[in-house]
C-alpha cells in the first residue's frame, strides 16, 4: 500500500519505516547481515533473508511477531517471494536453488547451479521460478509439476531475471553482454540485444513496449520488446547499477557506481499500435486502396488481412494463407479499384489475380520483368521487362493488348491520373495513361528503382540505388524538381494520401520526408532492412514491413523533429566534450568547446 518502507543492512537490522515522516515503527534483529527484504502481496507477510542461510518470514503488523525460519544450504545469495504468498525461493553461493511453499512448509530443489546463484524471480502467475547462475545457465522451476522444466545457455554468467506483467516471456542479463528475450513455454530465445560489456541488470516497462539494460559499459540502452531495436542510449560517469521504470512508463530512473542518479523523459519514444508477427521474412505490406484490407507476402505465401480484425498485439496471420506458390514472391501490385492484383516469382512467373473470385491467370512477358503496375483504370496490367518493353495485358481476359519499347532495362513503374512513370537507369520516362506515347524524359541519376506518385499525379518521387531521393513537381504540364533528398540506400517509399510526407524505408530507419521543404521530419527505428513502407487510404497508419514483422504505426503519434534543439539533445547525451580533431572532421575548424559549453574537453 505504500506506507511503509522496510531496510535490512549488514549489521542484520531490519526497520520498518513510516513512508511519510521516516519514523522507525518496528525494528527486527535476525542476527545475520541481511541479503534480502520481501514483502507478501497482502502487506502482511515479511521474508527477511539472511547471508547464514536462515530466511524468517515474520507478520510486519504484529508489534510482537512469532516468525519461522526456512533453512538453506550454504550462504544465501538472493531471494523472492512469489507474488500470490504462498512460495519462498532462495540461492545460495554453492549453487543450491530451494522453493518452499509456505501453506504446508513442503520443500522443494530447482536443481542445482555448478557455481553462485546470481538471480531469482517468480513469474506474476507465481507458476515459474527463474534462477540465473554464474554456471551461465537461468534455470526454470515449476511450481505445479514440482520440478525443472528448461535450463536456458548463456555464453557468461546469468546476472539478472525478470518477467513482464503477462508473464508469458522473461528477460535475461548475462556477462556476455547480451540481453535475451525468452518464451517461457517453449524454452526458446525470441530476441537477443547486445551493449560493449557485462550486463547486470535489466527491467521491463509495465506496458511492455520497452526493455532497459545497464552494466560494465556505463551505458543505459533502451529497447523497443517487439523488435529489440535500440530506441535509446544514455551515457553515464561508471558502471551502471540498477534501473526504474515511473508507473505511467514516461520515465526511466538509472544510477551508476559513483552514486549519481538521473530521470529520463522517455515519453517521445515511439513504439507501433500493432504488430503482427510471420515464421518467415516478410517481403511485402500494402494497403488496398478501398483501405478494408493489408496485403502481406512472405516467401511463397500472401495473406489478406483485416487490420481492425487483428486479435491482439503480435498476433499471428491465420496458418491458411489466401494465395500460395510453388515459388518464392518477387513482387506484388494492387490495382486502384483493389480487385486485382499483380503478382511476380523468383522464377519468373506472372500472374494476375482476381482478389473477389481468387482466381489467378498466369501471363508471360517475352523475357523477365522486374515492374509491374496497373493502369490508372485497372483496365490493364503492365509488366516492364529487361529489355525495355512495357508490355501490357487486359486484366479480364489476360490477353496482350500492347507493348511499347523505351530503350533501356526497365526498374520500375507507377501510374496516376497523370500518366505513367518508367524508371531507367539515369532517366524518368512519361508516357500517357493508356502507355500509348512517350511524352517526356526526365534526368535523374542512377538506377532508379523505386517510383511514386501522389494520389493526384501532381508529385513524384524517384530513389536511386545510391540514396538520392527527388521530388517531383507537375504543373501546367511541365515536371520539374522540387527537392532533392540524400539518405541510405532505399528499398521502399510512398506517399501518404495528403501528398505531404513520403516515407522512405531504409536499413534500420524508416523517415518520414516532408514534400514541401525536404526536411525529414520523424524517423521511425527498425532492425534490419525495411522492405515495404504503404499508408492507410486516410493517412492515419504507415504499416511497415521489415524481418519477420509488420508493424502499424499511428502517424499523428511520431515523434516530430526539431533541429533547433538538436545540439541541446546531442549534449544532454555526451559525458564529455568532442576532441579538436573529432570536432574538425565533423563541424570543420571552428572552437570546438562552442558544442557543449558545460563539459569537460578532453
Known amino acids: 500500500g505504500g506506507k511503509s518502507i522496510i531496510t535490512g543492512d549488514e549489521s542484520g537490522i531490519v526497520q520498518v519505516l513510516n513512508a511519510e515522516n521516516g519514523n522507525v515503527e518496528r525494528e527486527f534483529e535476525p542476527g545475520s547481515p541481511v541479503r534480502d527484504v520481501d514483502i507478501g502481496p497482502d502487506g502482511k507477510l515479511l521474508a527477511i533473508a539472511r547471508e547464514n542461510g536462515l530466511i524468517t518470514i515474520v507478520d510486519i503488523q504484529n508489534p510482537r511477531p512469532n516468525g519461522y525460519n526456512l533453512t538453506l544450504t550454504g550462504r544465501l545469495t538472493v531471494a523472492d517471494f512469489s507474488p500470490n504468498g504462498q512460495w519462498m525461493a532462495a540461492g545460495s553461493d554453492s549453487g543450491t536453488v530451494t522453493v518452499w511453499n509456505l501453506s504446508n512448509r513442503k520443500i522443494y530443489s530447482s536443481g542445482r547451479h555448478k557455481g553462485e546463484v546470481l538471480a531469482i524471480q517468480f ?125 505511467d512508463n514516461k520515465h526511466l530512473v538509472s544510477s551508476d557506481g559513483n552514486g549519481n542518479i538521473s530521470i529520463w523523459d522517455i515519453s517521445g519514444m515511439i513504439a507501433p499500435v500493432n504488430y503482427i508477427q510471420f515464421d518467415k521474412l516478410i517481403w511485402i505490406s500494402k494497403f488496398t486502396p478501398s483501405g478494408n484490407t493489408l496485403i502481406a507476402a512472405d516467401a511463397n505465401r500472401v495473406w489478406m488481412l483485416n487490420p481492425e480484425e487483428l486479435p491482439n498485439l503480435g498476433s499471428r496471420p491465420p496458418n491458411d494463407s489466401a494465395l500460395e506458390f510453388k515459388n518464392n514472391i518477387y513482387d506484388l501490385v494492387i490495382s486502384p479499384d483493389s480487385q486485382w492484383t499483380g503478382i511476380s516469382t523468383y522464377e519468373n512467373e506472372y500472374f494476375i489475380h482476381n482478389l473477389n473470385t481468387r482466381v489467378s491467370t498466369r501471363v508471360n512477358p517475352s523475357t523477365d520483368a522486374n515492374a509491374l503496375a496497373f493502369s490508372v483504370d485497372s483496365s490493364r496490367f503492365l509488366a516492364g521487362t529487361v529489355d525495355g518493353d ?58 532508379n528503382q523505386f517510383l511514386a506518385f501522389n494520389s493526384d499525379g501532381s508529385m513524384l518521387a524517384s530513389a536511386s540505388s545510391s540514396g ?135
Open 468 to 602: 538520392q531521393i527527388q521530388i517531383w513537381e507537375q504543373t501546367n504540364g511541365k515536371i520539374e524538381i522540387l527537392k532533392t533528398v540524400k539518405k541510405q540506400q532505399p528499398y521502399s517509399i510512398a506517399f501518404n494520401p495528403q501528398g505531404n510526407l513520403l516515407a522512405v524505408a531504409t536499413v534500420n530507419n524508416v523517415h518520414l520526408i516532408d514534400t514541401a521543404s525536404g526536411e525529414e521530419v520523424s524517423r521511425i527505428p527498425h532492425k534490419g532492412i525495411v522492405y515495404n513502407v504503404s499508408f492507410s487510404p486516410d493517412g492515419t497508419i504507415l504499416a511497415t514491413a521489415s524481418l519477420k514483422l509488420i508493424q502499424l504505426w499511428d502517424v499523428s503519434g511520431l515523434q516530430k523533429l526539431n533541429t533547433a534543439d538538436l545540439i541541446e539533445t546531442a549534449c544532454s547525451r555526451l559525458i564529455w566534450n568532442f576532441s579538436s580533431s573529432e570536432w574538425n572532421v565533423m563541424f570543420g575548424d571552428q572552437t570546438y568547446t562552442k558544442l557543449c559549453k558545460n563539459l569537460p574537453v578532453p
Open 390 to 447: 512495357i508490355e501490357i495485358w487486359d486484366v479480364k481476359t489476360a490477353n496482350q493488348v500492347n507493348s511499347i519499347n523505351i530503350g533501356d532495362s526497365i526498374l520500375s513503374i507507377t501510374t496516376s491520373p497523370a500518366g505513367i512513370a518508367i524508371g531507367i537507369k539515369d532517366k524518368i520516362v512519361i508516357l500517357d495513361t493508356n502507355a500509348d506515347q512517350k511524352l517526356l524524359e526526365l534526368e535523374a541519376p542512377g538506377e
Open 123 to 247: 513469474s506474476p502467475n507465481s507458476r515459474f521460478v527463474v534462477s540465473g547462475g554464474a554456471d551461465n545457465y537461468a534455470v526454470g522451476f515449476d511450481t505445479q509439476k514440482g520440478e525443472e522444466v528448461f535450463r536456458l545457455l548463456h555464453s557468461d554468467w546469468v546476472e539478472d531475471v525478470t518477467f513482464p506483467l503477462n508473464g508469458s516471456w522473461l528477460a535475461t542479463a548475462s556477462d556476455d553482454a547480451r540481453v535475451r528475450l525468452w518464451d517461457i513455454n517453449l524454452g526458446r530465445e525470441r530476441l537477443i540485444m547486445f551493449q560493449d560489456g557485462a550486463i547486470t541488470n535489466v527491467k521491463i516497462s509495465s506496458d511492455e513496449k520497452w526493455i532497459a539494460a545497464t552494466g560494465e559499459d556505463k551505458t543505459v540502452r533502451v529497447w523497443s520488446v517487439y523488435t529489440g531495436v535500440e530506441m535509446l542510449q544514455i551515457p553515464l560517469k561508471a558502471f551502471g547499477s540498477v534501473l526504474g521504470f515511473s508507473n
